[in-house]
């Protein structure tokens, strides 16, 4: 079972922020173009969020594959999440192979020390080149953007069960709060741009004044989160 987070809790805290809690039916202030639901609109919301925040924060992840070079000692890799995910041809989610951003290198152990990991080859997205090790089961050292499924139910519209952000769980470290607070920005960021271009009947425009403060000042903590985090992980290069 791999862990995820559910887009329907990850909208319901969002949702809940202070500034957000005065907007009177969100869900539907987001629906207001009929060709796209409200939950369409917060998923691509989501989907921004996440691509700013893998920028500093990417998805390692060290699946054992069987890497069998071709003739020119090179290897394709191919995105199966979703027929994992969905059982086709017996494939279940210990099968799932991602398209790295990154190889860090290759081990024949789980347990390999970062010194003693294979690098000898090229990588360019999705193909690894110059692979000259015998083919073998390796375990792949890569980071990855984390893999999402957009569904919804046929009748209602609402998010399904799976529709989620998958190897990523609710918890305390400082990342995921930072996360959290992306997500906020960016959708912050849509309502703030929609108030601009739209004249609301029946809804106060002045209702969405306490998000232009509160967005600055979560978007600057939020930007020198990412700048203390950066300079980190070059020092520890």
């Known amino acids: ?34 060709r796209i639901t409200g939950q369409q609109v917060f998923f691509s919301i989501v989907k921004e969020a996440l691509k700013k925040f893998e920028f500093y924060y990417p998805l390692f992840l060290m699946p054992a594959i069987y890497i069998l070079p071709d003739n020119k000692r090179s290897f394709k890799f191919v995105n199966n999440f979703k027929e994992c995910m969905n059982g086709t041809a017996g494939l279940t989610t210990d099968d799932i192979i991602l398209i790295p951003k990154s190889v860090l290198g290759v081990s024949v152990s789980p347990d390999a020390a970062s010194g003693t990991l294979m690098r000898s080859f090229r990588y360019q997205s999705p193909k690894i080149f110059d692979f000259w090790y015998s083919p073998s089961r390796y375990w792949v050292h890569e980071l990855c953007n984390h893999p999402v499924i957009e569904e919804y139910d046929e009748l209602s519209g609402d998010y399904t069960d799976r529709c989620g952000i998958y190897y990523f769980t609710w918890n305390e470290d400082s990342s995921f709060y930072a996360f959290l607070d992306q997500v906020y920005v960016e959708l912050c960021r849509y309502l703030l741009n929609m108030k601009k271009n739209l004249a609301l009947d029946n809804m106060p425009i002045d209702i969405f004044n306490g998000i232009e403060e509160d967005f600055s000042n979560v978007n600057s903590a939020l930007e020198n989160h990412y700048s203390q985090s950066y300079n980190r992980a070059i020092w520890l290069r």
């Open 1 to 34: 079972m791999i862990d995820y987070i559910k887009i329907r809790d990850l909208e319901d805290y969002t949702f809940k922020r202070s500034t957000l809690i005065a907007i009177p039916d969100l869900q539907l202030f987001l629906s207001m173009n009929e």
